[in-house]
């Protein structure tokens, strides 16, 4: 078990359990991660420590008086897994909306779901603790097509979903209408933020200022065929018969150093920029036309947002496989593993095919849903507020 800091200021408005907003659980087996749940709700809904957790109750402070909600400080608990950035991604993006929409304002008692495996033992222990009526427990769906039946529980208080296709699958589930809002998949606010012409954004990153650019990541890992796709691209983007680039390539390594290592030594004709871990993806999705990653449906919903058409290069099977044909079907992108093809798409984008790649713009931009994090905030907002008791949170 260990904790994420989901914010560096020396207060948290939002009360997050120790400066932390997520239940991370990525090194231990299934079956510890719910014992140790259980054990932080339980511990102060006994009125007695018991040993260390996370979170406490207290069944003292909060109460209403004539049907008003009290003042107490009200905490948000985000349940997560690291078994994927895009859990983490959506994480922050619901901190970050409620720190910009609500600071001070805004301490709310509530859990918030964004991994498929915590909703049902989390429910199971606020329903044996009678803590349904009191504690606001929501799900925010982070897949965009195929998604796990474990994401949906019908005693949730509302589940978020990204699309119409998972909103359906949780009405299959059980779900009542009533307990679903179809918002689109939570990015950072930054992405809503008005973006700076390209010169800029890729003179600041080191890039040529004039030639089109292709964006290509690996996650924050730098996992995939990067190095291979790269050396396609720096083929394909130079024009033999001029003797000059057609374009240029921004390269994501993450946190694989020895790929970003690797990638700067070597001797490109065309220009080629090589990042490792960066914080303010904004950027570099604003500062390119197109983008090559795999279908992970965080970056997909951040790169509709910037209007870039996706070349999606692989998925992970199960979750992500839905991702591809919604990209591709919805006039959005393409689908190759093939280093070669990829590289070929994008020279013909940036050459011959120029309209293909605005249209495909144009479609990314029609399907983005930038304000989704705060149409989400602003529902749980109004949750909590309906509430007619709202218990105090408080560290351990």
């Not at 509302?158 to 779900?175: M, N």
């Not at 390209?198 to 030639?211: A, N, P, Q, S, T």
Request: aromatic letters at 8%.
């Amino acid at each position: 078990m260990q904790a994420s800091t989901v914010s560096q200021e020396p207060t948290n408005p939002f009360g997050f359990v120790s400066q932390l907003g997520y239940f991370v659980s990525s090194r231990l087996n299934p079956r510890w991660e719910l014992h140790i749940f259980v054990k932080f709700l339980v511990f102060r809904c006994q009125e007695e420590v018991q040993g260390c957790g996370f979170m406490s109750l207290s069944t003292k402070d909060g109460v209403p008086t004539n049907g008003v909600v009290s003042d107490a400080p009200k905490k948000v608990l985000i349940l997560m897994s690291d078994t994927g950035g895009g859990h983490r991604a959506s994480a922050e993006a619901i901190r970050a909306a409620f720190n910009e929409e609500f600071g001070d304002d805004y301490q709310p008692d509530i859990i918030i779901s964004v991994h498929p495996l915590m909703q049902h033992v989390p429910l199971r222990i606020l329903r044996a603790k009678g803590l349904l009526k009191k504690i606001v427990f929501t799900t925010v769906v982070t897949d965009l097509s195929t998604c796990h039946p474990t994401w949906f529980h019908k005693l949730v208080t509302r589940c978020y979903c990204p699309s119409e296709e998972v909103a359906k699958r949780a009405l299959r589930a059980g779900l009542q209408r009533s307990q679903i809002k179809v918002y689109g998949l939570p990015v950072r606010p930054s992405f809503v933020k008005p973006v700076r012409p390209k010169d800029e954004l890729r003179k600041d990153l080191g890039m040529d200022e004039h030639l089109p650019a292709v964006l290509l990541m690996g996650g924050g890992e730098g996992m995939g065929p990067i190095e291979a796709t790269a050396r396609a691209l720096g083929d394909a983007l130079y024009d033999e018969t001029h003797g000059e680039p057609i374009g240029q390539v921004l390269v994501i390594c993450g946190r694989n150093k020895k790929l970003a290592n690797k990638l700067q030594s070597i001797n490109w004709k065309i220009p080629v920029e090589v990042k490792g871990f960066v914080s303010k993806m904004e950027e570099c999705m604003g500062a390119c036309d197109c983008i090559i990653t795999k279908a992970g449906p965080g970056t997909i919903a951040e790169a509709m947002i910037r209007g870039l058409p996706i070349i999606l290069n692989d998925y992970i099977a199960g979750q992500e496989a839905g991702n591809v044909p919604y990209v591709v079907q919805n006039g959005c992108g393409k689908f190759s593993k093939s280093p070669k093809e990829i590289a070929n798409i994008v020279s013909q984008w940036f050459g011959p095919k120029q309209d293909e790649l605005v249209a495909m713009s144009q479609n990314s931009l029609r399907l983005a849903r930038p304000d989704a994090v705060f149409k989400i905030v602003h529902d749980l907002h109004e949750l909590v507020r309906q509430r007619n008791f709202v218990p105090q949170y408080c560290t351990t």
